[in-house]
């Protein structure tokens, strides 16, 4: 980060910034305006944004970017459950349940990893 800017964020919000002077030939009125998305400050700085090809293009060639990750697409499958369970929206256990009103979801993250020494399966009880 040169030291002219105040801190990181600062110094992305100027970068991202920059961007918008690209060609007049990228400027699309349907594409909403840059904006930093996310900024991440704990174990490493960085950033995440939404940026079409040219910008990112344009964000490569500048000083200071380190390496750059491009998301890949998902599909969700928690917003198509019933689908993935083959749950019948007729008959069932779905239409028995009310379609799970008054059902509340929750994940408990409890340190599980498949690599912790409780789950070594080396013959011995």
């Not at 750059?68 to 917003?79: A, E, G, K, Q």
Request: hydrophobic share 35%; aromatic share 12%; glycine share 8%.
């Amino acid at each position: 980060m040169p030291k002219v800017f105040a801190g990181h964020i600062h110094w992305y919000s100027f970068t991202i910034n920059s961007l918008k002077s690209l060609s007049p030939k990228s400027f699309d009125p349907c594409k909403k305006p840059l904006k930093l998305v996310y900024t991440y400050d704990n174990i490493i700085h960085g950033l995440g944004d939404l940026l079409s090809n040219a910008e990112l293009d344009s964000l490569r060639k500048s000083q200071g970017l380190v390496s750059d990750y491009i998301d890949r697409n998902v599909t969700l499958d928690t917003t198509h459950t019933f689908e993935f369970l083959s749950l019948n929206p007729v008959t069932g256990l779905w239409p028995a349940s009310q379609y799970g009103k008054d059902v509340i979801l929750g994940v408990i993250d409890a340190g599980v990893w498949p690599e912790s020494l409780s789950f070594k399966d080396d013959g011995n009880d």
